[in-house]
């Protein structure tokens, strides 16, 4: 164990829920470097298992107040470390809107975990991966204290000297590339996909149909439009007047 990890705050954070959404937990456990560790938990009767996982991680942050030493936080939780390290950029620019205009899940927990990722900044913080079920200690805990909130099971909570800690919290995984995920921000629908063939330009409103057209034609042109504005010039760029000539429709 290195000194700098002996002179930072160490936290384990997850999540729970049963049926997602239904009854779920969160929890998280903090090993100070003053020797102390201490064990926070809670559940709610009807939830989600991402909703747990950022509270987990709110959690463990609000109870770091008037600390300033680094922290460090574990999680394995994809969609909160690409949330709070990468997301949250664009959404807090567009209004806690995604790409399309719609509202963000869980907006009220992100804005809150934004507030005290920014106060915990100035003394240093850093969001690590750990793979979840893999006999990390630490991690292990904080499974076994969600699941019990979830299923509403009482379960005693540590609060005391790391000499008296049944788990070695220290135990510290090796660091881990962050797997890829799926963005929590829809992909942008496309407005359309154009056919040109034989002179005649079809809109059609799936690839599927596009590709029907122009599959096995030769000097068939085809793409797709993400906007009105991207449409007119694709068709310039085929050399069509988009006012002087009619787009069929294809409702496919």
């Known amino acids: 164990?290195?000194?700098?990890?002996l002179e930072s705050i160490i936290v384990f954070t997850d999540g729970a829920c049963s049926g997602n959404p239904g009854p779920g937990g969160w929890a998280a456990v903090i090993a100070f470097p003053n020797g102390q560790v201490r064990e926070l938990g809670g559940g709610n009767p009807q939830t989600t298992n991402n909703r747990m996982e950022l509270v987990g991680a709110l959690k463990a942050l609000q109870a770091l107040e008037g600390h300033t030493e680094s922290t460090v936080i574990y999680t394995d939780?994809?969609?909160v470390i690409r949330g709070i390290t990468e997301w949250i950029w664009n959404w807090r620019r567009r209004g806690w809107k995604n790409a399309e205009g719609g509202e963000i899940l869980n907006q009220d927990v992100w804005e809150e975990l934004f507030i005290q990722a920014s106060l915990r900044k100035e003394f240093g913080l850093e969001w690590k991966y750990v793979r979840g079920h893999t006999g990390v200690p630490g991690n292990e805990r904080c499974d076994e204290i969600a699941v019990a909130y979830s299923k509403g099971k009482k379960i005693a909570l540590f609060d005391g000297s790391l000499l008296h800690y049944s788990y070695a919290i220290y135990d510290l995984p090796p660091d881990q590339e962050l797997p890829e995920m799926r963005s929590a921000e829809p992909?942008?629908?496309?407005?359309?996909y154009l056919s040109m063939l034989g002179g005649i330009v079809v809109r059609h409103k799936s690839w599927t149909g596009c590709e029907l057209r122009v599959k096995g034609q030769a000097g068939a042109?085809?793409?797709?439009?993400m906007s009105p504005d991207e449409e007119n010039t694709i068709?310039?760029?085929?050399?069509?007047d988009p006012q002087k000539i009619a787009i069929q429709e294809d409702p496919r």
């Open 1 to 5: 164990m290195a000194d700098k990890t």
């Open 77 to 79: 939780s994809v969609y």
């Open 235 to 240: 068709l310039k760029s085929w050399g069509v």
């Open 221 to 225: 042109k085809f793409k797709k439009a």
């Open 187 to 192: 992909k942008k629908k496309a407005h359309s």
